[in-house]
């Protein structure tokens, strides 16, 4: 691949203040997103993935600041200082939930309207037309511009969100959970949509989720991410078929319906670590049924092979060890052991 | 409302957590303790009056030639001087602090108990009751306050129980509805379900696992009626339906203006009464924010 | 609409309730039930007329019938001391009420609503932390008292405004506005409304901080920060506009509760206002005419209640406008 990536985030170090210390919500997470592509950024809550995109728009709450790292947009090197003539018309975002994200006592269109004068510079009855067109590109009637938020049903605000993003021409659109709060069916309409406009508009999406199986649906790359750091990385057919981290392995055994054969649900017991403690070594130890006392001894550089990327101390012997992840026995003893 | 998992309350309530909690509470926030102090400080002052100010403050006193020791400025002997009528302003003061706290207090005691009850007997048992109490509160809620605290007092005559019982009347609907609006969200929590299904009787779901927390707010709500209580109380004086026998900090403003204090300058005589009700208002302020911040945290920017 | 019906009703009956109570609670004051309407202040003719008006010799539920039908037409009896029609006394009265409670709120919410904007942006800083117990500290003040200490330093001692009262003796004018906007009945306000104004900018102050604070971390302003809109459309634009919302229904309310509240303010100042009626009647037991001055107070709170109500109903999108698909 000879594209240049047009966003690489490197060594990524959000922390923030609480009531009872420092918390690293986001400690060394380093991941590319290729020009042209859709990157899945997968992980359970807490695990960093909101902080890290949100990081790259410079956005953060009150008690939260950049303790390191580097993010790199089409070869500028942005933070939130410099960030802001980049949002909206070069990096965008789409919410999880779309009604907690547009104001109340707004019309939508409206709200599309004012992103359209006020940082895209159009005169209001350039901006009104194209806030129609935009409505019309994600299957929204042009009359729903007249509504207000609350009028909306969830599936279609969410489509007011997709078009909202792209009223400026982005080139980069970070999702966060857009389709999490959706039903099912839903969900692949708005999924096919995305798909759909991210082909024909050339963007490149990060999608943040938690549902492994969105994205297998949707995206070229995925990177794994857990307790605020990437553990694996790589294109998405190579990493959903052969994973070499054992946190991976465990995410796809959690959804039964990506494998061919039928397999009972297999949790992964305990829970990620608390971020505001030092962490030493590799941070999934506590729950790994294939922990060793190496793993835990200090950091260690993460292994690539390809374009494949795993923390995992022992990527050596990743085909024997994704061969017993497969054995729903292995993660029931490892929660003998496992630190709740 | 506070997003906790697990239960505030363990059976044995009175030294659980939310108890503890509650009476911790000053000792976090700086102005809570603050309010906590000024109650103190006042409660030892109406405690031990009459070591403060041996002075009886009704008393007309009279000076070495023989004359009325009126409109006198402080002084060594009166450190606040003396009313037209020649009493000891200072001596007013101190002991009118055992007139507010009784009004405060039992105003309070009421509107916090009776606001309690109903929000939790409203809230859990609904139907018809819930209905009932709620437009018994509606209508105490559109009876306009002071001119009907005074309509009372001066129709009922000039008792301070009876301007004690008016505050209380129209007090307790806005304790009673924001408790019962919490009961009929804890009624639906996990934990109460599961002590229904366990075959927790009405009485000990009500009584252990939704009053405890529920307190919090009804020692807001008991905080604020302090404050309103003694407000009323001095307004209701200071327009002369009070009882000018009891010495208040309410008679003593009335007194001072009806006798031209105003003209004269007399600043020592009406500015330190409204200084002590600021003080105890405001020390209710503190204490019921406190409070609220224990029920409903919010980020307060730390 | 149904909503703006129920809403009606819901103001109608409490207000008829407060008639009822009050009904009640003046048949049953010491004395007898006649003593709500006649007195021998009134001459013979006008005690005759006054028995057959309110029917005060038919059964008690008949005279509550004909009470409430009185009120309808503005029949509040004759005031026992000033022996003339107690509508046309208040009346009088009314204005000054009006103009002194709704000139004080304008002014206070004015400020609050800055100032309380103004602070929520100081978050924080020691102005904050300063200023809000400063704010607690008026709203512990008895209104009262604050009038009295302005009115001893502002009028007795520098004698920048008078006493009291709303104007001058020997005074005359052409019309009531001519009287209204006269420099000396503007000057006999501006120690009321000062006064006033100093004690109820606190709540629209600490409401609207308090309503920033809350909407400044809500969802759709992080937005708003992430399209890269200017702070001030943030903040005005989108914050401000949320957090106005339950001050403007504050203010409707206030201008019920306020009402009544004037009584004290009324009387340090002598405002010839229907509160400052309302203690007189009361001390003398003038009965018609203190009734009716407490109608009148309710009648002004149910009103306000009900205009919130719309208020609400009209500016909240999520209210005026119903669910579609």
């Not at chain 1, 794994?224 to 294109?235: H, I």
């Amino acid at each position: 691949m000879t594209h240049a990536p047009v966003l690489s985030v490197e060594d990524l170090q959000i922390h923030y203040r609480t009531r009872d210390g420092v918390a690293r919500a986001v400690d060394g997470a380093s991941f590319v997103v290729p020009e042209g592509r859709i990157v899945g950024l997968v992980g359970e809550s807490g695990c960093g993935k909101t902080t890290a995109v949100r990081a790259v728009m410079g956005v953060l709450a009150e008690n939260g600041w950049r303790a390191g790292g580097k993010v790199v947009f089409k070869g500028q090197s942005i933070d939130a200082s410099n960030t802001r003539p980049l949002l909206w018309r070069d990096i965008a975002y789409v919410p999880q939930s779309a009604m907690s994200s547009l104001d109340p006592v707004y019309t939508v269109g409206a709200q599309v309207v004012e992103v359209l004068t006020k940082r895209g510079g159009a005169s209001r009855a350039v901006a009104k037309a194209r806030a129609a067109e935009l409505f019309d590109l994600v299957g929204l009637s042009e009359r729903r511009l007249a509504d207000y938020p609350h009028q909306f049903s969830g599936g279609m605000r969410q489509r007011a969100a997709i078009a909202m993003a792209l009223a400026l021409e982005p080139s980069l659109l970070l999702a966060d959970e857009p389709v999490t709060a959706l039903d099912v069916i839903v969900q692949r309409q708005i999924l096919d949509m995305l798909r759909d406009l991210q082909q024909r508009l050339r963007l490149s999406m990060v999608m943040v989720t938690h549902d492994i199986s969105v994205v297998a649906y949707l995206c070229d790359e995925v990177v794994v991410m857990y307790a605020g750091q990437v553990v694996e990385s790589g294109p998405v057919r190579e990493v959903l078929a052969r994973p070499r981290h054992p946190y991976t392995m465990g995410l796809r055994n959690a959804f039964p319906d990506l494998l061919s054969n039928a397999m009972e649900l297999v949790p992964i017991h305990g829970s990620p670590p608390d971020l505001r403690e030092p962490l030493a070594g590799c941070r999934f130890a506590p729950r790994c049924p294939f922990v060793q006392p190496a793993c835990t001894a200090g950091d260690f550089p993460a292994a690539l092979n390809g374009g494949h990327l795993s923390a995992c101390r022992r990527d050596g012997e990743a085909d024997a060890i994704r061969i017993a992840a497969l054995d729903p026995e292995t993660w029931q003893r490892s929660s003998n052991s496992a630190m709740s | 409302m506070a997003e906790r998992a697990e239960p505030l309350v363990a059976p044995g309530w009175r030294l659980s957590p939310v108890v503890r909690r509650m009476l911790a509470m000053p000792l976090r926030d700086p102005f809570a303790f603050t309010g906590v102090l000024i109650y103190l400080l006042f409660a030892a002052v109406a405690l031990f009056a009459d070591q403060l100010a041996p002075t009886d403050p009704m008393e007309i006193l009279f000076t070495k030639a023989g004359k009325v020791a009126a409109n006198l400025g402080p002084s060594a002997e009166f450190p606040l001087g003396t009313t037209n009528l020649g009493r000891d302003i200072y001596a007013q003061l101190i002991h009118g602090t055992r007139s507010a706290l009784a009004v405060g207090l039992s105003a309070a005691a009421i509107v916090a108990t009776v606001g309690t009850v109903v929000g939790l007997v409203s809230g859990y048992f609904g139907g018809w009751v819930d209905a009932l109490l709620m437009r018994v509160a509606d209508m105490a809620l559109s009876l306009p306050f002071l001119p009907f605290v005074i309509v009372l007092t001066g129709f009922l005559g000039a008792d301070t129980r009876n301007i004690v019982l008016a505050v209380a009347l129209l007090l307790w609907p806005n304790s009673a509805r924001v408790i019962r609006s919490q009961v009929l969200s804890l009624r639906e929590r996990a934990y109460v379900e599961a002590a229904r299904v366990t075959g927790a009787s009405q009485a000990r779901i009500l009584f252990v696992h939704i009053a405890p927390n529920i307190l919090p707010l009804s020692f807001v709500y008991a905080a604020i009626a302090i404050g309103w209580a003694i407000i009323t109380e001095a307004s209701v004086n200071f327009l002369g339906f009070g009882d000018p026998t009891s010495v208040s900090w309410g008679m003593m403003l009335q007194d001072a203006f009806t006798s031209q204090a105003l003209s004269r300058g007399q600043y020592a005589w009406f500015v330190p009464p409204g200084i002590c009700i600021i003080l105890v208002v405001v020390a209710g302020f503190f204490i019921s924010r406190g409070y609220e911040e224990v029920f409903m945290p919010r980020l307060r920017g730390r | 609409m149904r909503l703006v019906l129920e809403r009606f009703t819901h103001n109608a009956l409490a207000l008829l309730a407060v008639t009822t109570i009050l009904f009640f609670m003046f048949r049953l004051m010491p004395g007898t039930p006649l003593a709500a309407f006649i007195n021998e202040n009134l001459n013979a003719d006008q005690q005759q007329a006054m028995l057959e008006q309110f029917g005060l010799d038919k059964p008690m539920w008949q005279q509550y019938g004909i009470y409430l039908g009185n009120l309808l037409t503005g029949q509040m009896g004759l005031s026992f001391f000033q022996r003339r029609p107690v509508t046309d006394i208040l009346l009088e009265v009314l204005p000054n009420s009006v103009i002194l409670t709704l000139t004080s709120l304008i002014i206070a919410y004015i400020f609050g609503v800055l100032a309380g904007a103004w602070l929520a942006w100081k978050r924080g800083s020691w102005i904050e932390r300063v200023a809000v117990p400063v704010v607690l500290a008026t709203r512990a003040a008895p209104e009262f008292w604050i009038g009295m200490v302005l009115l001893a330093f502002l009028s007795f001692h520098l004698g920048w405004f008078p006493s009291g009262g709303a104007s001058s003796p020997g005074l005359a004018y052409t019309s009531n506005w001519g009287r209204i906007f006269s420099f000396d009945y503007l000057q006999h306000l501006a120690l009321p409304v000062i006064t006033l104004a100093l004690y109820l900018q606190g709540l629209p102050l600490l409401l609207m901080r308090s309503n920033m604070l809350e909407v400044m971390h809500e969802e759709f302003v992080t937005m708003a920060r992430m399209k890269g809109l200017s702070e001030w459309r943030i903040v005005i634009g989108h914050a401000a506009r949320n957090a106005l919302l339950p001050v403007v229904t504050a203010f409707a309310l206030g201008v019920g509760l306020s009402m009544g509240g004037n009584v004290v303010i009324e009387t340090v100042f002598s405002w010839p206002g229907i509160g400052r009626m309302l203690v007189q009647a009361v001390s003398v037991h003038d009965y018609p005419l203190a009734q009716g001055a407490f109608l009148m107070i309710a009648l002004v709170l149910a009103l306000m209640n009900f205009v919130a109500d719309l208020l609400y109903m009209v500016l909240d999108p999520r209210v005026s406008h119903g669910r579609k698909g």
